[in-house]
């Protein structure tokens, strides 16, 4: 495996992945952890991330020293070069001004750089740079402006780039992981059948021959995780489905069908739909449905956990990924240490349940291959996020039997479009809005009133921005119509337009 020392680079976690595309296991630790800490993941390699640090600041974060003098290969990117650089005797010094952006390596050699030839375009974003190498290292790529942008060690095995190989900036990027990992030896064994099958074996192990619940919410993780621990533990497994009425057209029948692997007896849905709409009847507040969702979930989820805990059940499994539980520099986000044996998600505390997340070091398309072996259908694989809340922060204002209906109808059209087009994978997420607005128009002779409903595609990454989706303008031309003619309580369709910030990609 390979530990990645994380120095509160916004790169962090893509360095994770691309070790992880490149089939080898990999962790984030914080930059501080100590060299035992780290020894405990039995690491064939250390990398060492970038950061917004300067090496010259006296608080910066610093790896412990004996971590850059143990004999493991070690990448230094970026920060993770300066500190390499400093601790072992080189020197560093302020640039003077910031390189940032695409830069091209006129000159590089050695096996860090096999199988590239010719000038090479990194991404650089740094305003300190090495000036004098720790005795006996050379130098291995250089920039017009800088000269050293690449060390290499008196062994050959540690490294140190000025530039970031993980991003998509420097398109031949992994190569140049690809070969440090190869030069250090790194297992390269990560594949989603390996994955499986530890996962399956952890489970078997932890679990033994108690029984486990878990709730699905008929997304790829709890979906995914229902059907690793049909596989692991078989009939001592039950899934509990909440529907709560604020789901789309089909969208149960479709979760049925998907988990259908589980058998009849071990998927147990709950219609709910009855109390969640009483209970949002006249709010109109976002804030409050979401409120109101929550606490109406935990309510219903509670009664099925009390019956099942009565019936001997011990562990509650859920869906957490490795993004939830990173414990990087500095962000303090994470929950490393997360109790196995403590008060779950909101569940009254004579409720214990001894909590189970297989998922815990995956990434989500990890997630997404284990899925694919898994046999989980594509519609629900490779389907957009829908938010917990669903359809109920998707009509403005007050939520009503009726409104949902016209909503259903009108999403299940923008939706089932994209598919028929060959759209919905190009998209990150998409929905369909209902506004409590009014607006004329004109059917036949006569003057009609219908709502405006508002449709958004966004394309992103990690949800915290988003572009919209620049969709064909035929393609909207038919939605348009489409809905227009089979839902005639929908008088106009708009598009929205607007990235995220300063626009949410949710409407409430
Ligand atoms: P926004 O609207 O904040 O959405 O740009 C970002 C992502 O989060 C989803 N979202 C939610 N998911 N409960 C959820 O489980 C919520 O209350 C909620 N609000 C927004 C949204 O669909 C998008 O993917």
């Known amino acids: 495996s390979v530990v990645i020392l994380d120095f509160g680079s916004q790169?962090?976690?893509?360095?994770?992945?691309?070790?992880?595309?490149?089939?080898?296991?990999?962790?984030?630790?914080?930059?501080?952890?100590?060299?035992?800490?780290?020894?405990?993941?039995?690491?064939?390699?250390?990398?060492?991330?970038?950061?917004?640090?300067?090496?010259?600041?006296?608080?910066?974060?610093?790896?412990?020293?004996?971590?850059?003098?143990?004999?493991?290969?070690?990448?230094?990117?970026?920060?993770?070069?300066?500190?390499?650089?400093?601790?072992?005797?080189?020197?560093?010094?302020?640039?003077?001004?910031?390189?940032?952006?695409?830069?091209?390596?006129?000159?590089?050699?050695?096996?860090?750089?096999?199988?590239?030839?010719?000038?090479?375009?990194?991404?650089?974003?740094?305003?300190?740079?090495?000036?004098?190498?720790?005795?006996?290292?050379?130098?291995?790529?250089?920039?017009?402006?800088?000269?050293?942008?690449?060390?290499?060690?008196?062994?050959?095995?540690?490294?140190?780039?000025?530039?970031?190989?993980?991003?998509?900036?420097?398109?031949?990027?992994?190569?140049?992981?690809?070969?440090?990992?190869?030069?250090?030896?790194?297992?390269?064994?990560?594949?989603?059948?390996?994955?499986?099958?530890?996962?399956?074996?952890?489970?078997?192990?932890?679990?033994?021959?108690?029984?486990?619940?878990?709730?699905?919410?008929?997304?790829?993780?709890?979906?995914?995780?229902?059907l690793l621990l049909a596989r692991a533990v078989g009939d001592k497994l039950t899934a509990v489905f909440v529907d709560h009425g604020l789901l789309r057209l089909n969208e149960r029948r479709e979760v049925e069908a998907a988990l259908r692997p589980l058998g009849d007896k071990n998927l147990r849905v709950v219609d709910a739909a009855q109390e969640f709409l009483s209970a949002l009847r006249g709010v109109t507040d976002p804030e409050q449905k979401r409120k109101i969702v929550g606490r109406e979930f935990i309510r219903v989820f509670e009664r099925e956990a009390r019956a099942l805990s009565e019936q001997g059940y011990r562990w509650l499994a859920q869906g957490t990924l490795y993004p939830d539980v990173i414990e990087s520099a500095g962000s303090g986000e994470g929950s490393a240490n997360i109790k196995s044996h403590h008060n779950v998600g909101g569940l009254p505390e004579d409720l214990k349940f001894e909590l189970l997340e297989p998922f815990r070091y995956l990434f989500k398309d990890e997630v997404r291959e284990l899925a694919l072996l898994l046999g989980l259908p594509e519609p629900i694989r490779m389907r957009h996020p829908f938010p917990g809340p669903g359809l109920s922060i998707r009509i403005l204002g007050e939520v009503t039997p009726e409104k949902l209906d016209i909503l259903r109808r009108a999403d299940d059209i923008f939706i089932s479009s994209l598919r028929d087009w060959n759209l919905y994978d190009t998209v990150s997420q998409a929905l369909a809005v209902l506004t409590p607005l009014q607006s004329v128009g004109v059917i036949g002779d006569e003057r009609s009133y219908g709502y405006v409903l508002g449709l958004r595609a966004v394309s992103t990454v990690d949800f915290m921005t988003a572009d919209w989706a620049r969709l064909p303008l035929d393609f909207l031309d038919e939605v348009a119509r489409k809905i227009t003619r089979q839902v005639p309580e929908i008088g106009r369709v708009v598009y929205d337009i607007t990235s995220k910030p300063p626009a949410t990609i949710e409407w409430e």
């Open 11 to 226: 790169y962090t976690r893509l360095i994770a992945r691309r070790i992880r595309e490149l089939r080898a296991y990999s962790v984030i630790l914080p930059g501080t952890a100590s060299l035992e800490r780290i020894k405990a993941e039995n690491p064939q390699a250390i990398i060492l991330s970038g950061g917004p640090a300067s090496v010259f600041d006296p608080h910066s974060p610093r790896p412990a020293a004996a971590v850059l003098e143990q004999p493991l290969p070690t990448l230094g990117i970026c920060y993770g070069m300066q500190l390499m650089a400093q601790t072992l005797g080189g020197k560093v010094e302020r640039a003077g001004r910031r390189e940032y952006g695409k830069a091209v390596l006129t000159q590089h050699s050695g096996p860090l750089f096999a199988g590239l030839e010719g000038e090479l375009q990194m991404w650089m974003s740094h305003s300190d740079a090495v000036t004098e190498l720790p005795p006996g290292w050379r130098v291995i790529a250089q920039t017009e402006e800088n000269p050293v942008a690449g060390i290499a060690s008196p062994d050959g095995r540690t490294f140190g780039v000025q530039f970031h190989p993980e991003v998509v900036h420097s398109p031949k990027g992994m190569q140049v992981l690809e070969n440090f990992l190869e030069l250090a030896g790194v297992a390269r064994d990560w594949t989603p059948e390996h994955t499986l099958e530890t996962l399956l074996a952890d489970v078997r192990a932890k679990v033994g021959n108690d029984k486990v619940m878990l709730a699905v919410s008929g997304g790829v993780d709890s979906s995914t995780l229902a």
